[in-house]
């Protein structure tokens, strides 16, 4: 989709309406005002449209109606009633209301307006952000049951062919005597059997409304509430206190210091006060975890929101909460606009993870801003929990617009796990050229020998980072994108991990024709490969994207590793997040410079982290833990850092070298990206928008920056430039009246603009 409709203003209105719910004047419902969702008209403006009087007693602000739009019957969605603008020649009839109930709540629709105009995005994809997952397709159907109308014993009734009387004997062993017809057709009886027994009267067809849950994917664990440390109480007693009130706290805690035990108290607080809770993670590897320690306190009180659901139970899930049956939900970035009722608490665990940011389409949102946001709206208290609270977090309480808590020490007293740095240069000069260093074998044979556990963590999946030529260097790239390929076994192909592209691996060097063809780097399947080499009885597995991308593959993996069924677990970032095994004693980091080297100004963040959140994952249980950091970087103030568990001087460093470059938290971020299949246009279409943006920012003391080739310069098969504004950190950010003002001008037939309001990544 093109950009440009994001800027279009919209028409005149007349006085517009309170929402329902609010205090005022009761205006007529003759004329609403209507958002078409229309994906090729993205025109950010509201249409009018009458009221038919059998429709006005019913009709509110947040239904979603069926219109006429030209030609075709669209969706839309009501945000206003006003009268249309004199001028206006013709009013067409709205057709139906599609819902019983406003889909939309008023508070969710004033976020999404804010969403539009914060993030320059059409009105229409942030309302889409509010509605339940399937909005625009139809409501759960019926199911159909069978139930045995005639049924004593097998070969009573006679006449009956093999599979009507397996049709009947599953029946006959199923609770209550009742199957539906896809459970009967799952274990091979068609509908022709069943058929036949419902016209002979055997059996009688019925259909239900079944609310979809979710498969029990949740760890296991107690309901005993532990005794609370005095750093607990203190944090949980500040925002209980808050509660019925908008106040944000930062809750600093070491890893293992018990952070959702805090939480689960505060939410115990706020449903005994009849208000609603929210709770994120940003993985959905974490819900199987967490969901066990909510689902053990609150019960069916919790629901359950993320994308490995199936849609049907997301969209199931979603109208609990909508009906006020669940006051609880738990869910990644998306669960950040779940219609909790009465909705008083939102805990973001581990706020500092970038997936809390959505990169991938418009709106480019991030869930801790819209949180903060909608916590306004609602009169909530937000919790911002993390071991390493992200800069512009902490730097926020530091400067008292939210309240820092602080957790310095681990539950029972636990140490924090030793850490030893190893320099991997050392480990070549000496002739390892292996995955892992003559310590890390060590502690992993000392691991294994005593019957513990370990985690290795690597933030590369695949087998082999890249292939190149020895002879000319040349890369096997993405024929799409400006990035080298991944090996991966046992497929035996080169794979984009952006855009998706596989290839086999050449036999000769496509530049130069020599066979001097290496592999380089390791991915997680090369080190589980020299894992099982180095202790062929270790049991391992990987947890990555590659093998987590089946619904409840997750759950699984970490299912088998907390019941010991594993030794170690091999995985990408997501290992690094918020796990809590007491078995774990020994934690590698394989390599530590993954992120370091990146080009981006949080590549040292987010390398320390990593390292500590890494770290955190050992020691839980009473005999103690081991970390070593495997690293080409050992002086970096990021490593040896995390290797003290340091955040303070951490931050303090990290803090001055923001300052010194103007990066935040001392400003705000946008960015705009041009990208389009002709570089010549893109290069072109970019300057332009150089020009004539710079008279309009410079003025209100903003900066800018570029147009330059982003780092990726091509992804998937499109050109990319951007540019850069630094904007003052607090304040309104205008920034579809300022672009509005450049897009008649700037031309976007050929090339998209994205725009990226405080980016989580600069490539």
Same mark, same amino acid.
């Given at each position: 989709?093109?950009?440009? &409709? ?16 609010c205090v005022g004047p009761i205006m007529s419902k003759e004329y609403a005002e209507i958002i078409v969702d229309v994906a090729a008209f993205p025109v950010d403006r509201e249409f009018h449209y009458h009221v038919p009087p059998s429709l006005q007693p019913s009709l509110k602000v947040g239904h979603r109606v069926l219109v006429p739009f030209g030609r075709r019957r669209v969706v839309g969605y009501v945000v206003g009633f006003s009268s249309p603008p004199e001028d206006v020649r013709e009013i067409r009839d709205i057709l139906r209301i599609l819902d019983e109930e406003p889909l939309i709540t008023p508070t969710l629709l004033e976020l999404a307006h804010w969403m539009s105009d914060y993030y320059g ?17 139809? &409501? ?93 109480? =203190? ?51 974490? +819900? ?99 071991? +390493? ?70 933030? =590369?999946?695949?087998?082999? @980072? ?127 410079? @993954? ?169």
């Amino acid at each position: 989709m093109h950009t440009a &409709g994001i800027f279009a203003v919209a028409a005149k209105k007349g006085a517009r309406a309170p929402q329902d719910g609010c205090v005022g004047p009761i205006m007529s419902k003759e004329y609403a005002e209507i958002i078409v969702d229309v994906a090729a008209f993205p025109v950010d403006r509201e249409f009018h449209y009458h009221v038919p009087p059998s429709l006005q007693p019913s009709l509110k602000v947040g239904h979603r109606v069926l219109v006429p739009f030209g030609r075709r019957r669209v969706v839309g969605y009501v945000v206003g009633f006003s009268s249309p603008p004199e001028d206006v020649r013709e009013i067409r009839d709205i057709l139906r209301i599609l819902d019983e109930e406003p889909l939309i709540t008023p508070t969710l629709l004033e976020l999404a307006h804010w969403m539009s105009d914060y993030y320059g995005c059409l009105l229409v994809e942030a309302i889409s952000c509010m509605l339940p997952p399937g909005a625009r397709a139809k &409501g759960p159907a019926p199911v159909r049951t069978l139930k045995a109308v005639r049924l004593t014993g097998r070969g009573c009734l006679g006449g009956l062919g093999p599979k009507q009387e397996l049709a009947l004997e599953l029946i006959r062993r199923a609770p209550g005597q009742t199957l539906t017809v896809v459970s009967l057709e799952e274990q091979g009886i068609g509908r022709t059997t069943v058929q036949s027994l419902v016209k002979r009267d055997i059996l009688q067809e019925t259909r239900v409304v079944i609310t979809r849950r979710p498969d029990d994917q949740a760890l296991e664990r107690s309901s005993q509430e532990i005794t609370l440390t005095p750093e607990q109480e =203190r944090a949980l007693a500040a925002i209980t206190d808050a509660l019925g009130q908008n106040q944000v706290f930062v809750l600093h805690g070491v890893t293992g210091s018990g952070k959702t035990e805090v939480y689960l108290r505060a939410i115990a607080s706020a449903l005994r006060a009849g208000l609603g809770a929210l709770v994120l993670v940003p993985e959905i590897a974490l +819900t199987a975890q967490i969901m066990g320690e909510f689902q053990a306190r609150f019960g069916d009180e919790v629901a359950l929101l993320h994308s490995n659901l199936s849609l049907g139970e997301r969209h199931d899930e979603w109208l609990r909460l909508r009906r006020g049956e669940a006051r609880v939900v738990v869910g990644a970035r998306s669960a950040v606009f779940a219609p909790v009722q009465d909705l008083g608490l939102i805990v973001i665990d581990e706020e500092h993870e970038p997936s809390y940011k959505q990169d991938d389409r418009h709106p480019r949102y991030h869930a801790r801003t819209v949180a903060m946001k909608r916590a306004e709206l609602e009169n909530a208290v937000v919790v911002l929990g993390s071991a +390493t609270p992200g800069i512009e977090s902490y730097y926020r309480s530091k400067e008292g617009s939210s309240k820092l808590l602080i957790l310095s020490k681990r539950v029972e007293n636990l140490p924090l796990p030793k850490v030893e740095i190893v320099d991997m240069r050392d480990e070549l000069k000496r002739g390892n050229r292996t995955v892992f260093s003559r310590r890390l074998q060590r502690e992993l044979a000392r691991c294994l020998g005593r019957g513990e556990q370990a985690i290795l963590f690597l933030n =590369r999946r695949g087998y082999t @980072t890249f292939i190149f030529c020895r002879e000319c260097g040349e890369v096997m790239r993405c024929a799409d994108c400006s990035v080298s390929m991944t090996y991966h076994q046992p497929e035996g192909e080169l794979r984009c991990h952006y855009c998706g592209n596989t290839r086999r691996p050449p036999q000769t060097c496509p530049a130069c024709g020599s066979q001097a063809i290496r592999h380089f780097g390791a991915g997680t399947q090369r080190v589980v490969e020299a894992l099982q080499e180095l202790f062929p009885r270790a049991r391992a597995a990987r947890l990555d994207a590659d093998v987590t991308s089946r619904k409840g593959a997750h759950a699984e993996i970490l299912r088998s590793f907390a019941a010991r069924k594993l030794d170690v677990l091999v995985g990408t970032q997501m290992v690094a997040k918020g796990f809590d095994f007491p078995g774990v004693t020994l934690v590698g980091v394989v390599a530590a410079d @993954t992120i370091l080297n990146l080009p981006d100004y949080r590549s040292s963040e987010r390398t320390f982290q990593l390292l500590v959140q890494a770290a955190g994952r050992a020691g839980r249980g009473p005999d103690g833990g081991v970390v070593v950091i495997q690293t080409y970087n050992p002086q970096h103030y990021a490593v040896l850092k995390a290797a003290e568990h340091d955040y303070e001087a951490f931050y303090r460093r990290e803090l001055s070298f923001r300052e010194s470059l103007h990066y935040p938290p001392f400003c705000r971020l946008v960015r705009l990206l041009f990208q389009g299949e002709s570089e010549a246009e893109v290069q072109r279409t970019a300057h332009l928008w150089s020009r004539l943006l710079g008279p309009k920012v410079r003025p209100r003391g903003w900066e800018m920056f570029g147009p330059a080739p982003a780092p990726l310069s091509r992804l998937r098969d499109r050109y990319r430039w951007h540019l850069w504004l630094k904007v003052p950190p607090e304040g309104p950010l205008p920034i579809k009246e300022l672009l509005g003002d450049c897009a008649a001008q700037g031309s976007l037939t050929e090339v998209n603009l994205s725009i990226d309001v405080e980016p989580s990544f600069m490539l």
